[in-house]
């Protein structure tokens, strides 16, 4: 039995397959059938307890006495179908999965036996969770690891996949109490086309409010998302605003750097760094290893991982913005490998935005492509002219074993 990660995979070695997920809590457990564009035909592929069967796959209680699971025949799922997403949601209203950690198992349906579980680490305020993905790729049949949290319930999930879900009419917004722009759609702040253009970015006009579901985001042209559902997933180039509840986030945060050795290789010594521009792209400063603090404080590195061993963050650069200098408008996130081995060496590299006061993940992006380089730009914060940051995932690579060299490739991002 292969005890998955978020992301791995394995290929299924049987044609029926069941998904159960088991908590402390009692669970409702969930499947979409999903066509190539990632989203049902009609809400009779929506799976569930008031809709137990479709097409190739099924709703299995477990009566209260064992785990809910969704049972998949691969043969009997539809030309055209291409996924089956197994989900799950406390069954207490306002639940969160906070305190609560769920394992799903994949098993053979016919005998039992188990083929793989996952536990999806770091679970918070979501309310509901894509657990486990059933794809086919080349003819093939494969389950992947998902763990992608939802704080907006079960019906965020259908309705981001094409299910029609009735809710009841949002209240009309109040008046502004404070002079701060919302979230509003905007592309990342593109290259300069001198040195000079500042990275205050001025607000632009109101606009139709964006939908901020966590879910998996859409492309970075239908515009900015904010952190009132909870926590995003960024995808390279997507931008998030940290804004919640309209004030812009001003405390204290965390940037977390992880990162593993790729084909079970030997230990990997990466180096997480953070560099400060000022408006006209002017590098200020930059927090590495060898300087630990810099910008009076505002932003602290955590010191040096050798290894990249052992799991959770391998290292971590507190910033906070609130005592951000005003000069200070633009930080970018980097990872070097100062012995020179490769990216194409590492697995699993990340970055994550932490609230530093509640341990909150806020924003994740992980590094799903690799280079044969020594050097990626991971993320970068840029300070609006509304006083508010923003962070863009990047996955940028660079020619460079030191932050030293890092420094004009990532004042040229921003």
């Known amino acids: 039995m292969t005890a998955m990660t978020p992301g791995s995979n394995i290929p299924l070695s049987a044609a029926r397959v069941a998904v159960d997920v088991a908590a402390p809590v009692r669970l409702d457990v969930s499947g979409l059938l999903l066509t190539a564009d990632g989203k049902v035909r009609s809400d009779d592929d929506f799976i569930f307890y008031n809709q137990p069967s479709g097409p190739g796959v099924t709703y299995r209680s477990g009566g209260g006495s064992a785990p809910d699971a969704i049972v998949v025949d691969t043969s009997a799922v539809p030309p055209g179908i291409e996924k089956i997403v197994v989900t799950a949601s406390p069954d207490a209203a306002g639940q969160t999965f906070q305190g609560v950690e769920p394992t799903a198992t994949v098993r053979n349906a016919d005998d039992g036996s188990p083929l793989a579980t996952f536990t999806p680490p770091q679970l918070g305020a979501e309310t509901a969770l894509v657990v486990i993905e059933i794809y086919l790729r080349n003819g093939a049949w494969k389950a992947r690891a998902v763990g992608q949290g939802y704080a907006n319930g079960l019906a965020g999930i259908a309705t981001d996949f094409g299910v029609s879900v009735e809710e009841p009419a949002a209240p009309a917004p109040a008046a502004p109490v404070a002079p701060v722009a919302p979230p509003v759609p905007a592309a990342p702040v ?158 699993k590299a990340y970055c994550r935005l932490i609230d530093a006061a509640t341990g909150e993940e806020l924003v994740r992006f992980d590094l799903t492509g690799a280079e044969p380089q020594t050097g990626v730009m991971m993320a970068k914060l840029i300070k609006q002219f509304t006083g508010e940051w923003e962070m863009t995932g990047m996955g940028e690579f660079v020619k460079s074993r030191t932050v030293r060299g890092m420094v004009k490739p990532a004042a040229k991002a921003l």
């Not at 966590?214 to 239908?222: G, K, Q």
């Not at 004030?247 to 997480?272: C, H, N, T, Y």
């Not at 792209?281 to 590495?288: A, F, G, K, P, V």
């Not at 000069?327 to 194409?344: H, I, M, P, R």
Request: glycine share 12%; hydrophobic share 40%.
């Open 190 to 347: 593109a290259a300069p086309t001198t040195p000079a253009k500042p990275l205050n970015v001025q607000p632009a006009p109101p606009a139709p409010p964006v939908d901020p579901r966590i879910a998996p985001p859409a492309p970075a042209a239908s515009g900015k998302i904010n952190l009132d559902k909870g926590r995003i997933s960024l995808q390279k180039n997507q931008t998030v605003s940290l804004v919640k509840g309209g004030r812009p986030l001003l405390s204290q945060v965390k940037m977390g750097l992880g990162w593993e050795p790729a084909f079970r290789g030997k230990d990997i010594d990466l180096d997480a760094s953070v560099i400060a521009f000022g408006p006209n792209r002017n590098h200020l400063d930059s927090c590495y290893f060898g300087k630990l603090s810099i910008l009076g404080g505002a932003i602290k590195h955590s010191g040096d991982n050798l290894t990249g061993e052992g799991a959770g963050d391998d290292e971590v650069i507190v910033v906070d913005l609130g005592r951000i200098p005003a000069d200070a408008t633009g930080l970018v996130f980097t990872v070097n490998s100062f012995t020179g081995q490769k990216f194409t060496e590492v697995a």
